[in-house]
Protein backbone atom coordinates (compact mmCIF):
# COMPACT_ATOMS: atom_id res chain seq x y z
CA UNK A 1 0.00 0.00 0.00
CA UNK A 2 1.33 3.14 -0.73
CA UNK A 3 1.67 5.46 2.53
CA UNK A 4 0.72 9.18 2.66
CA UNK A 5 1.95 11.97 4.96
CA UNK A 6 -1.22 14.70 5.40
CA UNK A 7 0.07 18.01 5.50
CA UNK A 8 -2.26 20.59 6.75
CA UNK A 9 -1.24 24.14 6.17
CA UNK A 10 -2.28 26.42 8.92
CA UNK A 11 0.68 29.24 8.86
CA UNK A 12 -1.95 31.96 7.61
CA UNK A 13 -0.74 34.75 9.56
CA UNK A 14 -4.10 36.52 9.77
CA UNK A 15 -2.56 39.78 9.07
CA UNK A 16 -5.00 41.07 6.73
CA UNK A 17 -7.52 40.44 9.25
CA UNK A 18 -5.91 42.58 12.75
CA UNK A 19 -3.95 39.29 13.30
CA UNK A 20 -7.09 36.88 13.70
CA UNK A 21 -6.19 33.31 12.59
CA UNK A 22 -9.36 31.42 11.23
CA UNK A 23 -7.60 28.03 11.58
CA UNK A 24 -7.63 27.83 15.46
CA UNK A 25 -11.31 28.84 15.94
CA UNK A 26 -13.55 26.72 17.90
CA UNK A 27 -16.12 24.29 15.23
CA UNK A 28 -17.84 22.38 17.66
CA UNK A 29 -15.99 21.06 20.37
CA UNK A 30 -12.69 21.20 18.30
CA UNK A 31 -10.79 23.81 16.70
CA UNK A 32 -11.25 24.35 13.30
CA UNK A 33 -7.62 22.63 11.70
CA UNK A 34 -8.73 19.40 14.02
CA UNK A 35 -11.37 18.65 12.02
CA UNK A 36 -9.15 17.69 9.05
CA UNK A 37 -6.53 15.82 11.13
CA UNK A 38 -8.92 13.60 12.53
CA UNK A 39 -10.41 13.17 9.53
CA UNK A 40 -7.19 12.28 8.36
CA UNK A 41 -6.46 9.70 11.06
CA UNK A 42 -9.64 7.91 10.61
CA UNK A 43 -7.91 6.61 7.13
CA UNK A 44 -4.72 5.31 9.27
CA UNK A 45 -5.57 1.98 7.48
CA UNK A 46 -5.84 3.26 4.26
CA UNK A 47 -2.63 4.67 3.79
CA UNK A 48 -2.56 7.44 6.10
CA UNK A 49 0.56 7.22 8.24
CA UNK A 50 1.27 10.94 9.87
CA UNK A 51 -0.09 14.30 9.91
CA UNK A 52 2.37 17.14 9.61
CA UNK A 53 0.83 20.35 11.07
CA UNK A 54 1.94 23.92 9.41
CA UNK A 55 1.68 26.23 12.14
CA UNK A 56 2.63 29.62 11.79
CA UNK A 57 6.33 30.70 13.60
CA UNK A 58 5.86 30.88 17.17
CA UNK A 59 2.80 28.79 17.53
CA UNK A 60 2.80 26.15 19.56
CA UNK A 61 0.08 23.06 19.14
CA UNK A 62 -3.07 24.78 20.31
CA UNK A 63 -4.89 20.92 21.44
CA UNK A 64 -3.14 19.00 22.44
CA UNK A 65 -2.41 15.82 20.14
CA UNK A 66 -3.92 12.31 21.62
CA UNK A 67 -0.39 10.18 21.38
CA UNK A 68 -2.75 7.42 21.29
CA UNK A 69 -4.45 7.94 17.87
CA UNK A 70 -2.91 5.17 15.48
CA UNK A 71 -1.81 8.55 12.89
CA UNK A 72 1.65 10.82 15.05
CA UNK A 73 1.03 14.47 14.46
CA UNK A 74 4.15 16.71 13.60
CA UNK A 75 4.45 20.17 13.42
CA UNK A 76 6.50 22.76 10.84
CA UNK A 77 6.91 25.89 11.10
CA UNK A 78 5.35 28.06 8.37
CA UNK A 79 6.78 29.97 5.96
CA UNK A 80 6.04 33.81 4.69
CA UNK A 81 4.66 32.29 1.58
CA UNK A 82 2.22 29.17 1.02
CA UNK A 83 4.98 27.47 -1.19
CA UNK A 84 7.69 27.91 1.73
CA UNK A 85 4.98 26.81 4.22
CA UNK A 86 4.18 23.94 2.14
CA UNK A 87 7.47 22.64 1.49
CA UNK A 88 8.42 23.24 5.24
CA UNK A 89 5.57 20.40 5.88
CA UNK A 90 7.03 18.38 2.99
CA UNK A 91 10.25 18.32 4.57
CA UNK A 92 8.88 17.33 8.11
CA UNK A 93 6.83 14.47 6.48
CA UNK A 94 8.43 11.25 5.63
CA UNK A 95 5.98 8.95 3.68
CA UNK A 96 6.61 8.62 -0.13
CA UNK A 97 3.50 10.28 -1.21
CA UNK A 98 1.25 13.35 0.87
CA UNK A 99 -1.71 15.18 0.22
CA UNK A 100 -1.21 18.97 1.04
CA UNK A 101 -4.57 20.42 2.71
CA UNK A 102 -5.53 23.72 3.95
CA UNK A 103 -6.63 24.03 7.34
CA UNK A 104 -9.85 26.34 6.80
CA UNK A 105 -11.41 23.27 5.21
CA UNK A 106 -12.49 21.18 7.59
CA UNK A 107 -15.06 18.90 6.35
CA UNK A 108 -13.25 16.92 3.30
CA UNK A 109 -14.89 13.59 3.26
CA UNK A 110 -13.68 10.56 3.76
CA UNK A 111 -14.17 9.41 0.09
CA UNK A 112 -12.66 12.67 -1.62
CA UNK A 113 -9.43 11.30 0.62
CA UNK A 114 -9.54 7.84 -0.87
CA UNK A 115 -10.32 9.16 -4.81
CA UNK A 116 -7.25 11.54 -4.50
CA UNK A 117 -5.07 8.49 -2.99
CA UNK A 118 -5.95 5.88 -5.80
CA UNK A 119 -5.08 9.15 -8.53
CA UNK A 120 -1.64 9.89 -7.27
CA UNK A 121 0.97 8.31 -9.35
CA UNK A 122 4.86 8.78 -8.64
CA UNK A 123 4.25 11.05 -11.81
CA UNK A 124 0.70 12.29 -11.83
CA UNK A 125 -0.67 14.65 -9.28
CA UNK A 126 -4.25 14.66 -8.03
CA UNK A 127 -7.07 17.75 -7.44
CA UNK A 128 -10.41 17.77 -6.40
CA UNK A 129 -12.34 19.57 -9.02
CA UNK A 130 -16.10 20.98 -8.81
CA UNK A 131 -17.79 22.86 -11.75
CA UNK A 132 -18.48 26.63 -11.55
CA UNK A 133 -22.34 26.14 -10.59
CA UNK A 134 -23.09 30.25 -10.72
CA UNK A 135 -22.94 32.46 -13.80
CA UNK A 136 -19.69 34.32 -13.84
CA UNK A 137 -19.51 38.02 -14.35
CA UNK A 138 -15.86 40.21 -14.09
CA UNK A 139 -16.51 43.57 -12.64
CA UNK A 140 -13.53 46.17 -13.34
CA UNK A 141 -14.85 49.21 -12.06
CA UNK A 142 -17.79 49.94 -13.41
CA UNK A 143 -17.17 47.82 -16.72
CA UNK A 144 -18.92 44.24 -16.14
CA UNK A 145 -18.69 41.32 -18.91
CA UNK A 146 -19.76 38.14 -18.46
CA UNK A 147 -17.65 35.14 -18.38
CA UNK A 148 -18.27 32.21 -19.81
CA UNK A 149 -18.49 29.49 -17.57
CA UNK A 150 -17.91 26.32 -19.51
CA UNK A 151 -15.71 24.29 -18.86
CA UNK A 152 -14.79 26.23 -15.65
CA UNK A 153 -13.71 24.43 -12.41
CA UNK A 154 -13.24 25.41 -8.97
CA UNK A 155 -10.06 24.01 -7.25
CA UNK A 156 -10.28 22.48 -3.56
CA UNK A 157 -7.73 20.81 -1.16
CA UNK A 158 -6.38 18.15 0.04
CA UNK A 159 -3.97 17.67 -3.39
CA UNK A 160 -2.75 15.11 -3.46
CA UNK A 161 1.49 14.35 -4.85
CA UNK A 162 4.96 12.08 -5.11
CA UNK A 163 6.06 13.98 -2.21
CA UNK A 164 9.96 14.27 -3.46
CA UNK A 165 8.58 15.43 -6.94
CA UNK A 166 6.62 18.04 -5.33
CA UNK A 167 9.52 19.58 -3.20
CA UNK A 168 11.53 20.06 -6.43
CA UNK A 169 8.41 21.56 -8.19
CA UNK A 170 7.72 24.32 -5.07
CA UNK A 171 11.49 25.08 -4.86
CA UNK A 172 11.61 26.09 -8.89
CA UNK A 173 8.15 28.04 -8.76
CA UNK A 174 7.20 31.58 -8.63
CA UNK A 175 6.65 31.86 -5.02
CA UNK A 176 3.39 33.47 -5.05
CA UNK A 177 1.13 30.27 -6.45
CA UNK A 178 -2.52 29.96 -5.31
CA UNK A 179 -1.97 26.38 -4.23
CA UNK A 180 0.21 23.13 -5.21
CA UNK A 181 -1.01 22.08 -8.19
CA UNK A 182 -0.57 25.68 -10.36
CA UNK A 183 3.20 24.85 -9.76
CA UNK A 184 2.92 21.37 -10.35
CA UNK A 185 1.63 22.33 -13.75
CA UNK A 186 3.80 24.98 -14.51
CA UNK A 187 6.55 22.63 -14.19
CA UNK A 188 4.85 20.65 -16.80
CA UNK A 189 4.01 17.69 -14.77
CA UNK A 190 0.40 15.84 -15.26
CA UNK A 191 -2.29 16.07 -13.58
CA UNK A 192 -5.44 14.26 -12.73
CA UNK A 193 -8.59 15.84 -11.85
CA UNK A 194 -11.14 13.54 -9.19
CA UNK A 195 -14.60 14.97 -8.10
CA UNK A 196 -14.75 17.77 -5.25
CA UNK A 197 -17.15 17.69 -2.47
CA UNK A 198 -19.50 21.09 -2.26
CA UNK A 199 -19.11 20.00 1.66
CA UNK A 200 -15.54 21.19 1.41
CA UNK A 201 -15.76 24.10 1.08
CA UNK A 202 -13.77 26.80 3.05
CA UNK A 203 -14.14 28.98 5.68
CA UNK A 204 -12.87 32.39 4.22
CA UNK A 205 -16.24 34.96 4.99
CA UNK A 206 -18.30 35.36 7.92
CA UNK A 207 -21.01 33.89 6.07
CA UNK A 208 -19.22 30.23 5.78
CA UNK A 209 -17.85 30.12 9.61
CA UNK A 210 -21.97 30.30 10.33
CA UNK A 211 -22.54 27.70 6.99
CA UNK A 212 -19.27 25.74 8.84
CA UNK A 213 -21.09 26.15 12.54
CA UNK A 214 -24.14 24.80 11.46
CA UNK A 215 -22.66 21.74 9.74
CA UNK A 216 -20.04 21.12 12.60
CA UNK A 217 -23.72 20.89 15.10
CA UNK A 218 -25.14 18.54 13.01
CA UNK A 219 -22.03 16.26 13.14
CA UNK A 220 -20.92 16.03 16.35
CA UNK A 221 -23.26 15.55 19.72
CA UNK A 222 -24.40 19.17 20.13
CA UNK A 223 -26.74 18.63 23.39
CA UNK A 224 -26.35 15.89 26.09
CA UNK A 225 -28.87 15.25 28.57
CA UNK A 226 -28.22 14.64 32.22
CA UNK A 227 -30.42 13.36 35.33
CA UNK A 228 -30.11 14.35 39.22
CA UNK A 229 -32.00 12.79 42.06
CA UNK A 230 -31.46 13.80 45.71
CA UNK A 231 -33.40 12.58 49.16
CA UNK A 232 -33.47 13.96 52.29
CA UNK A 233 -35.07 13.89 55.95
CA UNK A 234 -37.15 16.28 57.22
CA UNK A 235 -36.52 17.09 60.93
CA UNK A 236 -37.31 20.07 62.87
CA UNK A 237 -34.89 22.83 64.07
CA UNK A 238 -33.09 22.64 60.76
CA UNK A 239 -33.78 25.13 58.01
CA UNK A 240 -35.84 24.46 54.94
CA UNK A 241 -34.05 25.86 52.00
CA UNK A 242 -34.73 25.10 48.43
CA UNK A 243 -33.23 26.25 45.31
CA UNK A 244 -31.43 28.95 47.59
CA UNK A 245 -34.66 30.23 48.79
CA UNK A 246 -35.23 30.28 52.74
CA UNK A 247 -38.94 28.82 54.03
CA UNK A 248 -38.97 30.06 56.92
CA UNK A 249 -42.58 29.10 57.66
CA UNK A 250 -41.59 25.58 57.96
CA UNK A 251 -40.93 24.56 61.29
CA UNK A 252 -38.97 21.14 59.49
CA UNK A 253 -36.26 21.52 57.32
CA UNK A 254 -33.70 19.10 55.66
CA UNK A 255 -31.00 16.95 57.21
CA UNK A 256 -27.37 17.04 55.36
CA UNK A 257 -23.95 17.96 55.70
CA UNK A 258 -24.06 21.00 53.64
CA UNK A 259 -27.83 23.17 53.98
CA UNK A 260 -29.24 20.36 52.06
CA UNK A 261 -30.81 22.09 49.71
CA UNK A 262 -31.68 19.42 47.68
CA UNK A 263 -33.47 20.59 44.89
CA UNK A 264 -29.18 22.85 44.30
CA UNK A 265 -28.20 19.28 44.52
CA UNK A 266 -30.44 17.32 41.84
CA UNK A 267 -29.90 19.83 39.26
CA UNK A 268 -26.10 20.13 40.12
CA UNK A 269 -25.74 16.25 39.82
CA UNK A 270 -28.30 16.70 36.33
CA UNK A 271 -25.93 19.23 35.01
CA UNK A 272 -22.90 16.60 35.97
CA UNK A 273 -24.22 13.81 34.60
CA UNK A 274 -24.94 15.77 30.51
CA UNK A 275 -21.60 16.61 30.97
CA UNK A 276 -19.96 13.62 31.70
CA UNK A 277 -18.36 14.58 34.81
CA UNK A 278 -18.64 12.62 38.86
CA UNK A 279 -21.60 13.25 41.14
CA UNK A 280 -21.04 16.10 43.44
CA UNK A 281 -20.99 13.39 46.01
CA UNK A 282 -17.20 12.72 44.55
CA UNK A 283 -16.96 16.31 43.75
CA UNK A 284 -17.83 17.56 47.25
CA UNK A 285 -17.57 14.60 50.04
CA UNK A 286 -19.23 14.79 53.02
CA UNK A 287 -16.27 13.53 54.53
CA UNK A 288 -14.54 16.89 54.14
CA UNK A 289 -15.21 19.30 56.80
CA UNK A 290 -14.90 22.25 54.17
CA UNK A 291 -18.49 21.49 53.37
CA UNK A 292 -20.02 21.70 56.26
CA UNK A 293 -22.74 23.75 56.20
CA UNK A 294 -21.76 25.12 53.14
CA UNK A 295 -24.53 27.26 51.19
CA UNK A 296 -25.44 24.64 48.22
CA UNK A 297 -25.72 27.48 45.53
CA UNK A 298 -22.53 28.20 45.78
CA UNK A 299 -21.26 24.76 45.22
CA UNK A 300 -24.03 24.68 42.20
CA UNK A 301 -21.87 28.07 40.54
CA UNK A 302 -18.89 25.72 40.88
CA UNK A 303 -20.86 23.14 39.00
CA UNK A 304 -21.27 25.19 36.46
CA UNK A 305 -18.10 26.64 36.12
CA UNK A 306 -16.95 22.80 35.45
CA UNK A 307 -19.36 22.15 32.88
CA UNK A 308 -18.92 25.38 30.93
CA UNK A 309 -14.90 24.64 31.34
CA UNK A 310 -15.82 21.20 29.07
CA UNK A 311 -17.27 23.89 26.06
CA UNK A 312 -21.41 23.26 27.31
CA UNK A 313 -23.67 26.03 28.19
CA UNK A 314 -27.13 25.52 30.61
CA UNK A 315 -29.85 25.17 27.61
CA UNK A 316 -32.86 24.16 30.17
CA UNK A 317 -33.40 22.76 33.43
CA UNK A 318 -36.75 20.64 34.82
CA UNK A 319 -36.57 19.65 38.47
CA UNK A 320 -39.72 18.32 40.33
CA UNK A 321 -39.91 18.26 43.96
CA UNK A 322 -41.93 15.68 45.92
CA UNK A 323 -42.95 17.02 49.32
CA UNK A 324 -46.67 16.46 51.40
CA UNK A 325 -45.63 19.24 54.00
CA UNK A 326 -44.83 22.50 53.48
CA UNK A 327 -46.94 23.69 50.17
CA UNK A 328 -44.31 24.95 48.21
CA UNK A 329 -45.95 26.49 44.82
CA UNK A 330 -45.45 30.02 46.17
CA UNK A 331 -42.00 29.95 46.52
CA UNK A 332 -41.44 28.33 43.18
CA UNK A 333 -40.98 32.04 41.22
CA UNK A 334 -38.56 33.02 43.36
CA UNK A 335 -35.90 29.45 43.28
CA UNK A 336 -36.39 29.70 39.50
CA UNK A 337 -35.54 33.04 39.68
CA UNK A 338 -32.37 32.04 41.89
CA UNK A 339 -31.51 29.14 39.75
CA UNK A 340 -31.40 30.96 36.66
CA UNK A 341 -28.71 34.12 37.35
CA UNK A 342 -26.53 30.88 38.53
CA UNK A 343 -27.35 28.92 35.25
CA UNK A 344 -28.06 31.37 32.65
CA UNK A 345 -25.06 34.11 33.00
CA UNK A 346 -27.22 35.99 30.35
CA UNK A 347 -29.82 36.32 32.87
CA UNK A 348 -32.91 34.49 31.06
CA UNK A 349 -34.87 31.99 32.95
CA UNK A 350 -33.72 28.66 32.05
CA UNK A 351 -35.36 26.70 34.85
CA UNK A 352 -38.85 24.90 35.60
CA UNK A 353 -39.89 23.35 38.25
CA UNK A 354 -43.23 21.35 39.81
CA UNK A 355 -44.32 20.64 43.47
CA UNK A 356 -45.88 17.57 43.91
CA UNK A 357 -47.71 16.18 47.06
CA UNK A 358 -46.90 12.38 47.82
CA UNK A 359 -50.77 11.62 48.04
CA UNK A 360 -49.92 10.45 51.61
CA UNK A 361 -47.67 7.71 50.93
CA UNK A 362 -44.21 6.76 51.55
CA UNK A 363 -41.70 9.02 53.66
CA UNK A 364 -42.65 11.83 51.54
CA UNK A 365 -46.29 11.22 52.46
CA UNK A 366 -45.88 11.16 55.90
CA UNK A 367 -43.73 14.45 55.66
CA UNK A 368 -40.65 12.29 56.81
CA UNK A 369 -38.30 13.32 53.64
CA UNK A 370 -38.37 14.90 50.60
CA UNK A 371 -37.54 13.67 46.94
CA UNK A 372 -36.32 16.24 44.17
CA UNK A 373 -35.42 14.96 40.46
CA UNK A 374 -34.26 17.21 37.70
CA UNK A 375 -33.01 16.95 34.27
CA UNK A 376 -30.83 19.34 32.36
CA UNK A 377 -30.06 20.20 28.97
CA UNK A 378 -26.90 21.32 27.84
CA UNK A 379 -25.63 22.71 24.29
CA UNK A 380 -22.07 23.04 23.13
CA UNK A 381 -21.03 26.45 23.99
CA UNK A 382 -18.59 27.52 20.65
CA UNK A 383 -21.90 29.82 18.94
CA UNK A 384 -20.92 32.51 21.41
CA UNK A 385 -17.35 32.11 21.14
CA UNK A 386 -14.79 34.48 20.26
CA UNK A 387 -15.49 34.05 16.24
CA UNK A 388 -15.17 36.91 13.94
CA UNK A 389 -13.62 36.05 10.62
CA UNK A 390 -13.29 40.17 10.55
CA UNK A 391 -14.76 43.08 11.42
CA UNK A 392 -16.81 43.25 8.55
CA UNK A 393 -16.75 39.80 7.44
CA UNK A 394 -15.36 40.92 3.96
CA UNK A 395 -11.86 40.87 4.06
CA UNK A 396 -10.25 37.91 2.82
CA UNK A 397 -6.99 36.46 4.44
CA UNK A 398 -3.74 35.25 3.05
CA UNK A 399 -3.81 31.84 2.15
CA UNK A 400 -0.15 31.25 3.54
MG1 LIG B 1 -28.17 16.09 48.88
Same mark, same amino acid.
Given at each position: ? *?????????????? @?????????????????????????????? &????????????????????????????????????? +?????????????????????? @??????????? /???????????????????????????????????????? !??? !????????MKVLR?????????????? +??????????????????????? /??? +???? &?????????????????????????????? @????????????????????????? /???? &???????????????????ADSME?????????????? *?????? %???????????????????????????????????? &??????????? @?????????? %?????????????????????????
Amino acid at each position: M *RKFSFVIVAGGSGS @RMGGQRKQFLPLGGRSLWRWSADRAASLAG &AGIGEIVLVLPRGEVLPQPWDENTSVPLRIAEGGLSR +ADSVLSGLLAASFEYVMVHDAA @RPFAGEALLRR /LMEATSETVGAVPVLPVADALKRVDGKQVSTVDRDGLFIT !QTP !QAFHRTSLMKVLRDCVSLVKDEAEAWL +AAGMELCCVEGERLNFKVTWQDD /LRM +ARAL &AEREESSQRTGLGYDVHRLVPDRPLILGGV @RIEESPLGLLGHSDADLLAHAVADA /LLGA &AGLPDIGNLFPASDPTYRGADSMELLREVVRRVTREGW *RVSWVD %AVIQAQVPRLNAFLPEMKKRLSAILNPNGQNCVNLK &AKSAEGTGDEG @RGASMTCWAA %ATLCRAYAEGPDNLSPHGMNKEENS
